[in-house]
């Protein structure tokens, strides 16, 4: 009898024990997210480094230091460069931004020419590097006339001083700078071949409404050459034409005769000369 209660004790066991297992909630699936319209996913892609094509100027030939800079010392070449690493703003591209420019040190042939390799005309160290050792840089002022030289010229060129005279006749020793006499005038040919450092465009007034145009031109001289052009230039007219020389020429004096050269020095002496005394003899 005992026996009986237990087998059906574990029927009843096992019967609570299906029915619990048959009547267990299922677990609900978690929801797959759908991607909404105009939603997107944030991917992080790396970046290809932007590059652009450029023009730089190139050294065609070795270039020593203090060397004025011509179309004959560089020419232009495209190269890429990384457009976020201000390469771009390194290098010259434009022949404005090079010609007539003076090279601060060496530079080798087929090296990019950097805007910090040069010096432009109108920059200190221009004056510095630039002028010889020995001459110095002359203001020269340009009459309007002489306007065109402005237009034609750039620095580096080379021109000639010439004085505008007379001799006054064949019975006069006098000097004119320049006479009324026109068949009498003559140029003469006083400093040649002297190199532009600069030129200066400047307006100045002329009048209460009026501006003219007001140019400079600064010249690499000698100390000998400038005493006599300063000396000339305080009663006489002097011209200035563009040179007949293909190369600078170091004595610019030299058409001169040497007194011409030594003009206006003088040994003589102005205020120490020895009294004469006249001494009155009778009998």
Known sequence: MKEKKIIILYILMLVVGLA???????PEPTPVPVAEPGDYMQVQVREEPKRESITIAVAKHDISKTKILTKDDYYFKSIEVDTLANEKSKYISDAIAIDSYVAKNHIAKDTFIENSFVASPNSDDYRLLAVKEGNY?????LEQIDSYLVRNLKVGDLVDLYIFYSDGGSNSNKLV???DDFVKNSIKPIIVGKKILYIDQDDEDSSGFQKRSVNQIQLELSNQEIKLLRTLMTNSTIMIYPSTFKNNVEDGLHLLNDKEKD?????KAIFSKNRQINLLKGN
Request: proline share 15%.
């Open 263 to 267: 003009w206006p020095l003088t040994d």
């Open 177 to 179: 700078s320049p006479s």
């Open 137 to 141: 840089m002359f203001p020269f002022k």
């Open 20 to 26: 619990l297992l048959f009547t267990k909630s299922t």
